[in-house]
């Protein structure tokens, strides 16, 4: 129940917002933290590289525009 509920609200933000904003990168993590207690590794993991990303491009903007 709880993955069907996070992947609605990451489809909406990613369709709203982008992928690279920070409340979407945040839904993501959330997603990665689900799995890994479900034992679901592999799609964990997954969902931490996406969110990892996501900060790194956040932070790099933040930083230019500094």
């Known amino acids: 129940m709880a ?3 996070y ?3 990451l489809d909406g933000r990613e369709k709203t917002f982008g992928s ?3 409340s979407t990168v945040n839904t993501m993590h959330d997603m990665a ?3 890994l207690r479900k034992g679901e590794h592999g799609k964990a993991l ?3 590289q996406r969110a990892l990303h ?3 491009k956040i932070l790099e903007t ?3 525009t500094a």
């Open 7 to 9: 992947q609605r609200a």
């Open 62 to 64: 933040w930083v230019s």
């Open 54 to 56: 996501g900060y790194q």
């Open 20 to 22: 690279d904003q920070i």
């Open 3 to 5: 993955l069907m509920l």
């Open 33 to 35: 933290g689900v799995f």
């Open 46 to 48: 997954e969902y931490y």
